[in-house]
């Protein structure tokens, strides 16, 4: 069987081989480096995409996230409620900027931060609340919001993997203060190398953090604040740009690869929907499912069920040369570098149980039908082997 990888970007970025070598060598003799009209022209763009009236083009998703914190002024003795169970650099970005973490598990079926564990964890001291769109499909943001009304908090929208991504029509990223992407290369909309972008419909928030992103400087050499520099290259706002017109249909493919999956595997014994008020107690194997409507597939994400059965998994699409990936495999509250750091890492049970569970399997736009189908056969076929 030929090998299917996780990912693979060399289809998709070949077909713009042509536009990316015009659009380099035109940054090439531009001799503008560091922003100026390429960036400037992509920040508009994509801002439009994501609904907001205000884009920043910054070095990576991380600092994007961590941008946001800065310009709401968050820091020393503020708590911010983050998902256990999400990419490290929501919450690193939070302790960073010497704000506390707050541990808040996530729900079994969506993978997205459960608002009810959150109301639990709200203290005197918290400041802001961080959502993820997790694996590219959107959280209920009519609830966050009230939330935060409610408690007084300030909301980032992580959406590093959900560009696209819409919650009841709307953009994910445009209901917040601030909403935070990434434009890594394995994202829907893939750079070349690491970029992302902060957007904001807050004018004030916005300029605050363009000053911000240059070392706090304005104008030039005369400091207001200790910022950073955060900036994006005009490469590859330029590289971005072409392949911006895509998305859609980049996201249409992932979908149509999603529903694949979920057509021939939710036939099979020993398959159920990853459903809200959980699976049959036989499902071994549980699906994934767009609760919001919404989502763009970043990752098509299995739950394994029983000790030792994910890695069992992992094994054998490993042996038959199928990529696959945990996303994630240790809690946020469990990793090292937090021991010690936070508070309410002891109550997110579900975090810790996805985190044994979890496995990712391909789903990239330039799959064709016979490597969705040779995915679907290998998981078959180990199911089979369980002797069900």
């Known amino acids: 069987m030929t090998k299917i990888p996780l990912l693979d970007l060399s289809a998709q970025n070949g077909e713009l081989e042509g536009e990316l070598t015009t659009a380099f060598q035109r940054v090439l003799r531009s001799r503008c480096y560091i922003m100026g009209p390429e960036l400037e022209a992509f920040e508009k763009d994509v801002a439009r995409e994501c609904g907001v009236a205000h884009g920043l083009g910054v070095s990576s998703g991380t600092d994007a996230i961590l941008l946001a914190l800065m310009a709401l002024g968050i820091g020393q003795g503020?708590?911010?409620?983050?998902?256990?169970?999400t990419f490290f650099a929501t919450a690193g970005c939070v302790s960073r900027i010497?704000?506390?973490?707050?541990?808040?598990?996530?729900?079994?079926?969506?993978?997205?931060?459960?608002?009810s564990d959150a109301g639990r964890k709200v203290s005197e001291r918290t400041r802001a609340i961080i959502p993820v769109h997790l694996f590219g499909q959107a959280m209920d943001m009519d609830a966050v919001l009230d939330f935060a009304r409610r408690h007084g908090l300030r909301v980032v929208e992580?959406?590093?993997?959900?560009?696209g991504a819409r919650w009841r029509g709307r953009p994910v990223g445009s209901f917040g203060d601030f909403g935070a992407y990434s434009f890594f290369p394995s994202k829907n909309l893939g750079g070349f190398g690491d970029a992302g972008l902060l957007a904001s419909n807050d004018a004030a928030l916005a300029e605050r953090a363009r000053v911000l992103r240059v070392h706090g400087m304005a104008p030039k050499y005369f400091h207001k604040f200790v910022g950073g520099n955060f900036r994006m290259d005009p490469l590859q706002a330029a590289l971005l740009g072409v392949k911006l017109p895509h998305l859609a249909a980049y996201n249409a493919r992932r979908g149509a690869n999603a529903a694949f999956y979920r057509r021939a595997l939710g036939r099979v014994a020993g398959v159920a929907d990853n459903a809200p008020g959980g699976a049959p107690g036989d499902a071994v194997v549980l699906l994934p499912v767009d609760f919001s409507g919404g989502g763009i597939w970043n990752q098509f994400t299995l739950r394994v069920r029983?000790?030792?059965?994910?890695e069992a998994l992992r094994a054998h699409l490993g042996g038959c040369g199928i990529g696959c990936e945990v996303y994630y495999p240790l809690s946020l509250d469990r990793q090292e570098c937090f021991a010690g750091v936070g508070r309410g890492g002891g109550s997110v049970v579900v975090a810790h149980e996805?985190?044994?569970?979890?496995?990712?399997?391909?789903v990239f736009p330039d799959l064709d039908e016979e490597q969705l189908?040779?995915?679907?056969?290998?998981?078959v076929d180990w199911l089979g082997s369980l002797g069900r």
């Open 158 to 163: 992580d959406c590093a993997q959900s560009l």
């Open 98 to 115: 010497g704000a506390t973490p707050v541990w808040v598990d996530v729900e079994a079926h969506t993978f997205n931060m459960s608002l």
């Open 78 to 85: 503020d708590e911010v409620l983050v998902p256990a169970f």
């Open 354 to 362: 996805l985190a044994d569970e979890v496995l990712s399997i391909p």
């Open 306 to 310: 029983g000790a030792g059965r994910r």
């Open 373 to 379: 189908g040779g995915v679907v056969a290998a998981i």
